[in-house]
């Protein structure tokens, strides 16, 4: 059981021990509670009248007030009699006012005894226990970082009952190091993670309210799609052919280094962010791990061997065992003697992916139409689909390649740069 489950489950057991125990004051409670709030709504008299005294009683007051008068009219026990309080004493502020206000209550209300607080760091830690891919893991970390940096909430539980509000911080927010706002295809990300926090998770919310993220997410595939379509005709987001990007970044970097091992790596075999982590073993046996990607060292003169079996299709068309070619083979065994790597190393030093990487190296070379590494993708696709000579059978061949289909491979082609 993980975490997120065992402790809803002692939650449950918790409520129902604490009901069982003690139902007569719960709906002794509730009872008081639902008498508050229709004296607060004006549904009953402040002051019970008592019948006319005999006179050969003993002398007691006439008038008495009853219990439900005697309640602190400014400090009601009911959360939901905060609007209603605040119009008995006079409040001016406008219904938009008293909405924000509710809203900061909320995110600083201290949640029950064991009751699970969704913030930043408890998300981040249940996703990383999650058995899903570690392609999938990344791309949820990410889209969960930028949620919280764009909302600065605390509780996803409580932030996700003011859909409005999640979605102007997210249409509205910027980058996390600067650079403006969001990209369609980021906000997109984010819009995702929160679709699939709220299935994974089991947090609670609305129909109404999840029907306004959906409709988010809806609409920025459309969005991505249509701004897809617009750019392969664009002579802004134009591409160099991959032949003649690898001889810029090999004279800019060198043959020796880890931007040249990169673009070399995604010109053999070219794949989505699926390079880094990745472990070097010695043989196909030393593979242990059945949702991690391995490089193949083998010890004989045999050529490196890419086992990719965590990628996003990876469902679909199982796991890719590629044999590199000869060039790919020597400089991935000098990179690994350069870097004095051994078994069990990772071949880069990232668990988050090389697309930050791949960005600054473009950057660098000057290019400011694309991004990471998908201008490679773009780059390759755009040089082999353009090209007169590129049968069918071809195409098919390198969509089966690339582990996407035909059809999906047509949103990478771009114009291509003499």
């Given at each position: 059981m993980g975490e997120l489950e065992r402790i809803k489950e002692l939650n449950r057991l918790r409520q129902e021990r604490y009901y069982a125990k003690n139902k007569a004051k719960v709906c002794e409670k509730k009872k008081k509670d639902r008498a508050e709030l229709k004296r607060l709504r004006g549904d009953e008299p402040d002051i019970a009248v008592t019948p006319v005294e005999t006179v050969n009683q003993s002398p007691r007051p006439t008038l008495q007030t009853s219990r439900v008068a005697s309640v602190n009219v400014s400090k009601p026990t009911l959360q939901t009699s905060r609007v209603a309080s605040m119009h008995i004493l006079g409040n001016t502020h406008t219904p938009h006012e008293q909405q924000e206000q509710q809203e900061q209550q909320e995110q600083h209300e201290q949640p029950h005894r064991g009751e699970l607080v969704y913030n930043e760091e408890t998300v981040l830690r249940i996703l990383n226990e999650l058995d899903i891919s570690p392609a999938t893991k990344s791309t949820y970390q990410v889209g969960t970082k930028a949620l919280f940096h764009v909302s600065k909430c605390n509780n996803l539980k409580l932030c996700f009952k003011h859909p409005k509000k999640m979605i102007k911080q997210i249409e509205d927010g910027e980058k996390m190091r600067g650079g403006g706002k969001y990209s369609i295809n980021s906000k997109k990300g984010i819009y995702q993670?929160?679709?699939?926090?709220?299935?994974?998770?089991?947090?609670?919310?609305?129909?109404?309210?999840?029907?306004?993220?959906?409709?988010?997410?809806?609409?920025?595939?459309?969005?991505?799609?249509?701004?897809?379509?617009?750019?392969?005709?664009?002579?802004?987001?134009?591409?160099?052919?991959?032949?003649?990007?690898?001889?810029?970044?090999?004279?800019?970097?060198?043959?020796?280094?880890?931007?040249?091992?990169?673009?070399?790596?995604?010109?053999?075999?070219?794949?989505?962010?699926?390079?880094?982590?990745?472990?070097?073993?010695?043989?196909?046996?030393?593979?242990?791990?059945?949702?991690?990607?391995?490089?193949?060292?083998?010890?004989?003169?045999?050529?490196?061997?890419?086992?990719?079996?965590?990628?996003?299709?990876?469902?679909?068309?199982?796991?890719?065992?590629?044999?590199?070619?000869?060039?790919?083979?020597?400089?991935?065994?000098?990179?690994?003697?350069?870097?004095?790597?051994?078994?069990?190393?990772?071949?880069?030093?990232?668990?988050?992916?090389?697309?930050?990487?791949?960005?600054?190296?473009?950057?660098?070379?000057?290019?400011?139409?694309?991004?990471?590494?998908?201008?490679?993708r773009e780059s390759k696709i755009s040089q082999e689909l353009n090209s007169k000579a590129y049968s069918t059978e071809k195409r098919v061949e390198l969509a089966r390649s690339m582990k996407h289909s035909p059809v999906a491979q047509l949103k990478y082609v771009r114009l291509v740069k003499a």
């Amino acid at each position: 059981m993980g975490e997120l489950e065992r402790i809803k489950e002692l939650n449950r057991l918790r409520q129902e021990r604490y009901y069982a125990k003690n139902k007569a004051k719960v709906c002794e409670k509730k009872k008081k509670d639902r008498a508050e709030l229709k004296r607060l709504r004006g549904d009953e008299p402040d002051i019970a009248v008592t019948p006319v005294e005999t006179v050969n009683q003993s002398p007691r007051p006439t008038l008495q007030t009853s219990r439900v008068a005697s309640v602190n009219v400014s400090k009601p026990t009911l959360q939901t009699s905060r609007v209603a309080s605040m119009h008995i004493l006079g409040n001016t502020h406008t219904p938009h006012e008293q909405q924000e206000q509710q809203e900061q209550q909320e995110q600083h209300e201290q949640p029950h005894r064991g009751e699970l607080v969704y913030n930043e760091e408890t998300v981040l830690r249940i996703l990383n226990e999650l058995d899903i891919s570690p392609a999938t893991k990344s791309t949820y970390q990410v889209g969960t970082k930028a949620l919280f940096h764009v909302s600065k909430c605390n509780n996803l539980k409580l932030c996700f009952k003011h859909p409005k509000k999640m979605i102007k911080q997210i249409e509205d927010g910027e980058k996390m190091r600067g650079g403006g706002k969001y990209s369609i295809n980021s906000k997109k990300g984010i819009y995702q993670t929160i679709v699939y926090l709220i299935d994974k998770f089991n947090i609670p919310i609305s129909v109404a309210d999840k029907k306004k993220f959906q409709n988010a997410f809806d609409s920025y595939k459309i969005k991505s799609t249509e701004q897809t379509e617009e750019r392969a005709s664009s002579e802004e987001y134009a591409v160099m052919p991959i032949k003649k990007y690898m001889e810029k970044v090999k004279e800019k970097f060198g043959t020796d280094s880890k931007e040249f091992l990169v673009v070399s790596l995604y010109n053999d075999l070219t794949v989505r962010d699926d390079y880094s982590p990745m472990t070097i073993v010695t043989s196909k046996q030393e593979i242990n791990n059945t949702t991690e990607n391995y490089l193949i060292v083998p010890k004989t003169r045999l050529n490196c061997v890419l086992f990719i079996q965590s990628y996003k299709t990876d469902k679909k068309y199982g796991t890719i065992e590629h044999k590199t070619s000869a060039g790919l083979n020597k400089l991935l065994r000098e990179y690994i003697q350069t870097k004095e790597l051994s078994d069990g190393d990772y071949l880069f030093n990232s668990k988050n992916g090389l697309s930050d990487f791949v960005s600054k190296m473009n950057k660098t070379l000057g290019i400011t139409n694309g991004g990471g590494i998908n201008y490679i993708r773009e780059s390759k696709i755009s040089q082999e689909l353009n090209s007169k000579a590129y049968s069918t059978e071809k195409r098919v061949e390198l969509a089966r390649s690339m582990k996407h289909s035909p059809v999906a491979q047509l949103k990478y082609v771009r114009l291509v740069k003499a």
